[in-house]
């Protein structure tokens, strides 16, 4: 079990990571944002992950966040029918 004060509620492209992020933030959350690919490239490392972030909010605003990307992920179901 993760001590962790935080959680990942999605992984994606940037685009749709951007969408995410703003959305959160409209709704008074903070998201923490974490590129793997971005990090190794500075390192000087190759990466499969290029372009692909992850979103983290932390534990207390979980509820309202999942929620929230729930809702975003059904309106791009929704609109690539």
Avoid: C, W
């Avoid at 079990?1 to 999605?10: L, R």
Wanted: proline share 1%; no cysteine; net charge negative.
């Amino acid at each position: 079990m993760s001590d962790s004060e935080y959680t990942k509620i999605y992984y994606g492209n940037f685009i749709l990571v951007t969408r995410i992020k703003d959305a959160l933030e409209n709704s008074d959350i903070i998201p923490i944002i974490k590129d793997e690919g971005e990090s190794q490239r500075l390192a000087g490392y190759a990466s499969l992950n290029q372009g692909y972030q992850e979103v983290f909010v932390h534990n207390d605003e979980l509820e309202k966040a999942t929620t929230i990307v729930e809702r975003i992920k059904a309106e791009m179901e929704s609109t690539s029918s």
